[in-house]
């Protein structure tokens, strides 16, 4: 097997996207087996050595542009135009304040140096948890996340969560264009579309994304 050149830890953070009952089976947007990555998760964020431990929470507000509720004739998971950008439309999910919107109380929240939550413009969504989708001026909007991690030393990340096909995602595609060392725990997220899985790999390998295992990340440590 290839050698993967791994993240030096001591400026490495982890972020750890959207898990979220909504995400987990029976949840409004339920990802295929997403709980399955509950305890690999769990065993990094509390033994895998990462100094900073980012939790992200998609936390939309009743009525969000993303919602197929909010699109006459649309049903979720059709295909929409939102500010001149294809999109998807989603089932109304991860609502501020409600049950389908917490953190899953299985993993250990407490190793979490910050929760970033995201999602919260009801004019624009946000996959990436570097940046908002484009907006009606067609800008999308910094989250922040970049400074916070820079100022704190971090120049890598590793990635973990859901939906390995958007938000996990983008957020690698954006850790990689704000100039971070970007390591993409395929085992440790799933899809909403897993068709497009080996597509969205050799996309995220093109943009210079490092796709590994789990166990990749542990063996080298
Ligand atoms: C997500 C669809 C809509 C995600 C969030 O966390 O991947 N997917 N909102
Ligand atoms: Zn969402």
Not at 19 to 29: E, K, N, S, T
Not at 44 to 65: C, N
Not at 113 to 126: F, I, N, Q, T, Y
Request: aromatic share 8%; proline share 6%; glycine share 10%.
């Amino acid at each position: 097997m290839a050698e993967i050149p791994l993240p030096r830890r001591s400026s490495s953070a982890l972020i750890v996207t959207d898990i979220q009952y909504d995400f987990m089976p029976g949840g409004a947007l339920a990802v295929g087996d997403g709980d399955a990555i509950l305890p690999g998760v769990s065993r990094l964020m509390t033994s895998g050595g990462f100094p900073f431990v980012v939790a992200t929470q998609d936390w939309h507000p009743a009525g969000h542009i993303s919602f197929a509720s909010q699109h006459e004739g649309v049903s979720p998971f059709d295909t929409l135009s939102i500010h001149g950008h294809e999109d998807t439309a989603w089932p109304d999910h991860c609502v501020q304040g409600t049950r389908g919107a917490e953190l899953c109380a299985d993993l250990p929240w407490d190793r979490a140096c910050a929760v970033l939550r995201k999602g919260m413009d009801p004019e624009s969504d946000s996959y990436s948890t570097f940046r908002n989708n484009w907006d009606r001026h067609g800008n999308r909007p910094p989250t922040g996340l970049a400074g916070y991690l820079r100022e704190r030393g971090v120049d890598s990340v590793v990635l973990c969560g859901l939906a390995r096909d958007v938000c996990v995602y983008w957020s690698a595609m954006d850790a990689v264009a704000a100039g971070f060392h970007t390591w993409f725990l395929w085992d440790l997220t799933r899809a909403v579309v897993p068709e497009k899985d080996e597509e969205n790999r050799r996309e995220l390998e093109q943009h210079g994304v490092t796709v590994c295992t789990m166990n990749d990340l542990l063996n080298a440590s």
